[in-house]
């Protein structure tokens, strides 16, 4: 989102001046990775959105600025993240083979199928684009009158797909504290919007994904000002509504950056895991990080 920079400042000053008299918050159970991740490349940051496979090795991470990262991680005999590499930043296309036009680029959700198909959520103008392959061109899909409605700069931040092919999208905000998020599902060629997840806690939507178990995760954010960011991490059965909602991570305000992008996957001892992405917000304060987690089955 375009208050990233704002944010990121606001936050590293509180950062600094916290560091005196203030004790580290301490991780919720379950923290397996905390990494830096750094490439030396001006296209490099603001990642907003992260797809890992099922292997838990390859994967793929979307900044704001309309360009992906095609990467790999190494890990150690008890799964930690030991080493990054990665391709350079890739621009995303429109419906040509030019890149997005400026002003368009503001990408936030991604979405990969098994095939290798992708779909990319934007906050401005809020819009679904379908990718056959994401270096390749664009797909328009057909947009509701509602996205066009959207709070400015708090649009469509998640952006899920079910094995059946049917895609899950939701803005930051719902226009209301206590007004739910609306969940737009788009299947058969056509949007509804018969599903929503409560809103509570001043926490505001940042990624979704389904997991391999099949049910619906949500990754939220509360922003304190100088004290910094928490993180939430919510789960439901997913059916004709979203229900038995669970809460799997939340953390200490302060313990974590601008966590933005998710994606949930099994290792290969069936251990259901969360890997998270911290936004940087392109500002020298702040690193790339990746945090993993072991979640309750």
Known sequence: ??????????????????????????????????VVWTMDDPRFGGFSAIEVQPDGLGFVALSD???????????????RIVRITASPP???KGQGEEPLRP????SEGLAMAPDGSAWVSFEGPARVLRYARLNGPAENLPSPPEFARMQA???????????????????ERSGGEKRPFPVYRFRNGKWDHDLSIPRSGGYLA??????????????????RGLAGFSTRLRR????????GETTLLQTPVGLHANLEGMSV???????????????DGFSFLFATRIIEYRLHD
């Open 90 to 92: 890739v621009p995303l």
């Open 206 to 223: 940042v990624a979704a994904d389904i997991g391999p178990d099949g049910r619906f995760y949500l990754l939220e954010r509360q922003f």
């Open 1 to 34: 989102m375009q208050r990233r920079a704002f944010l990121a400042l606001t936050a590293g000053f509180g950062l600094l001046a916290g560091l005196q008299g203030s004790a580290t918050p301490v991780p919720p159970a379950g923290l397996l990775s905390d």
């Open 265 to 279: 996957w099994r290792d290969s001892a069936g251990r259901l895991t969360a890997t998270l992405i911290a936004d």
């Open 153 to 171: 700069n708090s649009a469509l931040e998640a952006l899920a797909v079910g094995p059946d092919g049917t895609l899950y999208t939701l803005p």
């Open 65 to 79: 600025k309309g360009a992906f990262v095609r990467g790999r991680f190494e890990r150690d005999g008890e799964g």
């Open 103 to 106: 002003g368009r680029t503001d």
């Open 236 to 243: 439901f059965d997913l059916g004709k509504t979203l229900t």
